[in-house]
């Protein structure tokens, strides 16, 4: 999992001290959930992983929904700090950038931080209207990475056929998680299922066409 990103709204983390603290208890909130899960979390056991009092805490976050949020907020914006360099390298064409994109994502689904905190993310989002339009909004900004890097690649292809192009792949890779992701079963075959998806989707994208995608409706 890549580094957590605060995103500069939370009041008690304009200064250096403040930010600290903040990116501390955030970490520590993630690392629980890792290893315990969400039904374990609790300000308490963040608390004591900080090596501070509840009380302290409480003038950080004032309630665990509050916390939980802001560490989604943090955990997803940290992947766009992985991505943007990707994107506005201009040496790397957009197959190249694509290539890189899926490659990186791919490896961040083997630790063990991804594999044990998305599942859980999954899970709050079905019961969280905040956390699940945390985890949309980061899905969509990825397919719409995708979707502008897949009509680079084929400019035959509509907007409307590398969205659904993007849906596909964003869903197939995140589908990885379960099989080769940390621990899992076929984590073995990691770095080789890496490379038959990069090579699948570039392959996918080169070759089809509006028809092909969208159906005979078009």
């Given amino acids: 999992m ?45 608390a004591d992983r900080c090596g501070i009092k509840v009380g302290n805490l409480s003038y950080y976050y004032a309630s665990k929904d509050a916390l939980i949020h802001d560490l989604v907020d943090s955990v997803l914006h940290g992947y766009e700090e992985i ?28 630790t063990k931080e991804t594999t044990r905190f998305f599942p859980e993310l999954w899970v709050m989002a079905t019961h969280d209207d905040t956390v699940r339009k945390g985890q949309k909004e ?3 900004k990825i397919r719409a990475i995708i979707a502008d890097l897949v009509v680079k690649i084929n400019p ?12 596909f792949i ?26 038959l998806a990069i090579w699948s989707f570039i392959s996918l994208v080169k070759n ?11």
């Fill in 2 to 46: 890549k580094a957590l990103s605060l995103q500069g709204g939370h009041v008690q983390a304009k200064s250096k001290k403040g930010r600290n603290r903040v990116l501390k208890i955030l970490t520590a909130a993630r690392d629980l959930i890792v290893e315990e899960g969400f039904q374990s979390f609790s300000m308490r056991k963040v």
């Fill in 83 to 110: 991505w943007n360099p990707i994107l506005e390298d201009e040496s790397l064409c957009a197959e190249e950038k694509l290539s890189a994109l899926i490659k990186v994502i791919m490896d961040d689904l083997g």
């Fill in 138 to 140: 980061i899905y969509r």
């Fill in 156 to 167: 035959k292809l509509n907007l409307k056929s590398a969205e659904v192009i993007a849906v």
């Fill in 170 to 195: 964003s869903s197939s890779i995140e589908g990885h998680i379960i099989f080769t992701g940390y621990n899992k079963a076929c984590n073995e075959f990691a770095t080789q299922t890496t490379g």
């Fill in 208 to 218: 089809m066409n509006n028809e092909m995608v969208l159906g005979s409706k078009l």
